[in-house]
């Protein structure tokens, strides 16, 4: 009798837990230009460059992070044609202030393209971390797809789901 006593309390305070925290499906996108960059260039013919840059943009879409003014904080370690490791931070910012914090980081694979050049994925995950305001306590996690829309701007699409306290 004592299992099932254990086995009911631990239930209920995991039901109880779960019922405290929402959870909100989010698809938002944001087209980020640079603002600001710093790269390391290899001269050993790889081509391997890293990238440390600062974009801006405007998260567009569904749930929490719509309408947050987005900054990336991001690290882009690349061979051309090879394959990459980008990571970094998004800072989104509501329109009241309130800032939500995302880890995010993603393995680029070049593929051989319809023309037969290399074609990039950029594909991985984001995660929040912590915020301020409505963010507050908040957590999440999804996917994230990075793709070119210029030479130099490129797009954020982040899917997942944010839970919140009530």
Do not use: C
């Amino acid at each position: 009798m004592t299992i099932f006593r254990t086995f009911l309390a631990v239930s209920t305070i995991l039901v109880l837990q779960l019922s405290a925290a929402a959870a909100e499906p989010l698809k938002v996108e944001a087209i980020m230009a640079p603002k600001e960059k710093i790269q390391l260039d290899f001269n050993d013919g790889s081509k391997h460059f890293l990238l440390m840059v600062r974009r801006e943009g405007e998260a567009k879409g569904t749930g929490l992070l719509n309408g947050t003014k987005v900054v990336e904080y991001g690290m882009h370690d690349i061979v051309p044609g090879v394959g990459g490791d980008p990571r970094g931070y998004l800072v989104m910012t509501a329109p009241n202030d309130d800032i939500a914090y995302v880890k995010w980081q993603v393995r680029a694979v070049f593929v051989p393209g319809p023309d037969g050049k290399p074609q990039l994925l950029d594909n991985g995950f984001w995660e929040l971390t912590s915020g301020t305001g409505a963010f507050s306590g908040a957590t999440g996690a999804g996917i994230l797809h990075i793709k070119a829309v210029s030479p130099t701007d490129r797009k954020f699409i982040l899917d997942g789901d944010i839970f919140t306290k009530k």
